[in-house]
């Protein structure tokens, strides 16, 4: 079984400053990924960046940057330099790599952003 | 090219009545999923297909909801008959491959009230 916690509701940044949105997670496969998503107001859900449980370093996309710590079972993602647009819900979410290919989700954090 | 595309964006229906949501995934995926976000908790899978064959339900929560994928191209899914514990997002995704490192692809969603 693969479990995905996301401590924070809501959270607030100051545009410009860096934020994090915390991840841990539980699993008892081997070999796992692990993702974060951003749903915005219009609902779509975007795929932001990816983390394979054997990379050996941490992912980053542009202003999106994964900090994995393996043995705390952390996956939080790290946002620099916010912007407006960035005022979403994001989702951390899991998939063991040896055990199918459905994603177990957490349950969001709504980030919002301010002038 | 086309993302992943669903119908209807918002559906109303009462108690008792049945409702059908449609899903078209990107042209050449095979792999397409069901999740569906229920009172603002985390999304959770529904089932996978591949093609056009049910690779994992596990996640269907009742027989009152029936998934198909005619063809292998897009894929139903009706709720018959719909009670209120129904409403909710339901998302549907598509990948090409299901092993991995790789995203599932997200569609916008149809929200689902039942009253």
């Known amino acids: 079984a693969q479990k995905i916690t996301q401590t924070q509701p809501g959270m607030f940044v100051q545009e410009k400053e860096a934020v994090t949105l915390d991840c841990t997670y539980d699993?008892?496969?081997?070999?796992?990924?692990l993702f974060w998503y951003k749903q915005p107001s219009s609902g779509e859900m975007i795929f932001l960046i990816y983390?394979?449980?054997?990379?050996?370093q941490n992912a980053t996309e542009g202003r999106y940057s994964l900090n994995f710590q393996k043995a705390r079972k952390s996956a939080n993602l790290v946002i620099s330099a916010s912007q407006l647009g960035d005022s979403a819900m994001y989702f951390c979410?899991?998939?063991?790599?040896?055990?199918?290919?459905?994603?177990?989700f957490g349950e969001g954090t709504q980030l919002t952003v301010n002038p | 090219e086309a993302g992943v595309t669903q119908f209807p964006s918002h559906s109303v229906i009462e108690k008792g009545q049945t409702v059908t949501l449609r899903c078209d995934p990107i042209?050449?995926?095979?792999?397409l999923y069901w999740y569906r976000r229920v009172m603002g908790k985390e999304i959770k899978f529904l089932l996978h297909?591949?093609?056009?064959?049910?690779?994992?339900e596990s996640g269907m929560p009742n027989n009152r909801f029936l998934a198909e994928r005619t063809g292998g191209t897009y894929s139903t899914l009706k709720v018959q008959p719909a009670e209120l514990e129904d409403s909710g997002v339901y998302f549907c995704?598509?990948?090409?491959?299901?092993?991995?490192?790789?995203?599932?692809?997200f569609g916008p969603g149809t929200r689902l009230t039942v009253t």
């Open positions: 995704a598509s990948s090409q491959i299901q092993t991995g490192a790789y995203e599932q692809y």
């Open positions: 699993t008892s496969d081997p070999s796992y990924g």
């Open positions: 983390q394979g449980s054997y990379d050996q």
């Open positions: 979410a899991m998939r063991g790599l040896t055990s199918g290919s459905r994603l177990t």
């Open positions: 042209s050449g995926h095979d792999n």
């Open positions: 297909f591949v093609k056009e064959s049910k690779q994992d």
